[in-house]
């Protein structure tokens, strides 16, 4: 990779991280598009890129257990920045990508980062077929012709010391966020278009260094993307996707604001897939304890309440120390479930120095 795109990944994502929200995500967003309400989806198109906002992903979690019960998770994301809202071809594309692989056991948390430029076929993601991919990372539907690109998929990474393979298939449809896929992040009325699939099954490998270990468990996709969906004063948000023991799931997000209240936002999903969601103030997230992590102090423990579901969990690190060591670190790990919905799911924080 050339020193110049190095230079300009690491500007992008985090060399306005401290004025302008976490990782420049509040930044103003003159000349990119703008998510609008009410949101309007296109699909296969909207699985696909949307090269005229500033900021994208494709995010994928895994919670996982091996043939003796243990528990892991993997993490697979592809992120797409804009330097421009116009592209063009070869190394004077505008679009960045960058690559985020994990795996966390109860002892160990592996992270890799890949990065790369649009337009020379080095990164991309296809609406039709669907594919995305980061040098040899790939994300590829398997779907059977007539279904949802995202009904089914193979997932692939590999970093140092780890490496996985799932194959996801879908049991429930896509759900959308905040107003009908339209999710305001702040009282100033940041957005952004949101969309998961949380109902993936799976099977497949991880690898470590001691072998190759079987695995089945449950997935959840989240697709995002904006131009600014931040606030400038939101310096990072702690985020949880739960998969209740009943089949309910629950994705929530608290937004922390050094010169406001915290912001929160919910979705209810029920086993059926019918889901609702909570405006700013409806959930609580409460941390309950920290642990030492990277030399900073992370809250790994969470009591997350959402009182119009008569829900009250307890949400536990499986591995504390599951930090993303990468170019804007962050924490990202499996979570064990307990209390009124017992279950498991991901702890993702962000912003915390």
Avoid: C
């Avoid at 030399?295 to 423990?301: A, E, L, Y």
Wanted: glycine share 12%; aromatic share 12%; hydrophobic share 40%.
């Amino acid at each position: 990779m050339k020193p110049s795109l190095y230079a300009a990944l690491l500007w992008l994502i985090a060399g306005q991280a401290t004025a302008q929200g976490f990782a420049g995500l509040g930044t103003e967003a003159a000349g990119f598009s703008i998510p609008q309400s009410p949101a309007i989806f296109d699909f296969p198109a909207d699985h696909g890129p949307h090269p005229g906002y500033r900021i994208e992903w494709w995010y994928l979690t895994a919670s996982l257990t091996g043939p003796d019960g243990t528990d892991y998770g993997a993490q697979w994301t592809l992120f797409r920045s804009a330097l421009a809202p116009h592209d063009a071809q070869g190394w004077d594309g505008s679009q960045l990508w960058m690559g985020h692989a994990g795996l966390t056991t109860p002892d160990r948390h592996f992270s890799a980062e890949r990065l790369a430029r649009g337009g020379i076929g080095q990164a991309g993601v296809t609406a039709e077929p669907f594919a995305a991919w980061i040098d040899d990372w790939a994300m590829t539907s398997t779907a059977p012709a007539g279904a949802d690109a995202l009904d089914a998929l193979r997932v692939t990474a590999r970093g140092d010391g780890f490496a996985h393979d799932l194959a996801l298939t879908t049991t429930g449809p896509l759900i959308f966020h905040g107003q009908a896929g339209y999710s305001v992040k702040s009282a100033q009325g940041q957005a952004s278009y949101y969309y998961s699939q949380p109902f993936y099954s799976l099977s497949g490998t991880i690898t470590l260094n001691d072998g190759v270990i079987p695995v089945t468990g449950t997935a959840w996709l989240d697709r995002e993307w904006s131009s600014q969906p931040l606030s400038e004063t939101q310096d990072g948000w702690d985020w949880v996707s739960l998969q209740f023991d009943d089949g309910a799931r629950l994705m929530g997000f608290t937004l922390r604001d050094r010169a406001a209240p915290s912001f929160t936002a919910a979705t209810w999903i029920a086993p059926d897939g019918q889901s609702q969601s909570y405006r700013d103030g409806a959930l609580s997230m409460t941390p309950l304890a920290q642990s030492r992590v990277a030399g900073r102090d992370v809250p790994t423990t969470w009591r997350i309440e959402l009182p119009d579901r008569a829900l009250d969990v307890t949400a536990s690190a499986i591995n504390p120390h599951s930090w993303m060591d990468v170019s804007v670190p962050y924490w990202e790990g499996p979570v064990r479930v307990t209390g009124t919905h017992p279950g498991r799911g991901y702890l993702e924080m962000t912003g915390y120095e």
